[in-house]
């Protein structure tokens, strides 16, 4: 029992940390049909991937939205100019059509295509799993079921502090571990797996602790 609340109130405070220097985007200055300005996209493993700013007007916040539209092992685009050592990574996003996965996800401590972290959800699955990304190997670290809304928008979200990773799904909790095998500030960004046409929108994130970058 003491453990549990110890871990509430730490995750109590970083949330609170976190609100105080939160920077979004919503990709709505964003050219339409282009990859976001500020970000690069690519991925891990063979594939195209395709990443472009896109209309939608089931956006939470309108006009646009970052749609990923391609095939590849798993595409990412991540954010040019903001590493993040402690913090966290929040997103809404949607999982329009995939057959072998329609999944969409969040990196954070992103090295390079081949080293970083990544929480995902997935309709099809419905669960929620945080991976490690070891020199181009994804790693599962913790997996838990969780009802991933179908043909909605859901909220992805990371907090993370030192080795302490905690993943939330619509606001609720559903992994919550240890890793320290990734170190160090990195940056962040948005991911899918597969042939996921996934839509991202309002992506948040904010960071604490001295190791501010």
Known sequence: MVRYATGAILWSAVTIA????AMA???DRDEVGAAPVGWSCGMTGQGAPLWSVEADMSAPSKPNV???SGSAAFPWCVKQGKALTDGFVETKLKPIVGNIDRAGGVVWRWKDAGSYYVARA???????TLYRM????RKTLKRA????LQGQWNILRVEFSGQRIRVLLNGQAYIET?????????SIGVWTKADS???????VFGEIGAGQK
């Open 18 to 21: 976190t609100q105080l220097s």
């Open 25 to 27: 985007e919503g990709f």
């Open 66 to 68: 970052l749609l990923q």
């Open 122 to 128: 997935n309709e099809l699955e419905n669960n929620v």
């Open 134 to 137: 070891e020199q181009g190997v």
């Open 145 to 148: 079921d969780a009802p991933v």
């Open 178 to 186: 240890d890793d320290a095998h990734i170190t160090g500030s990195g």
């Open 197 to 203: 046409m996934t839509a991202f929108d309002d992506f």
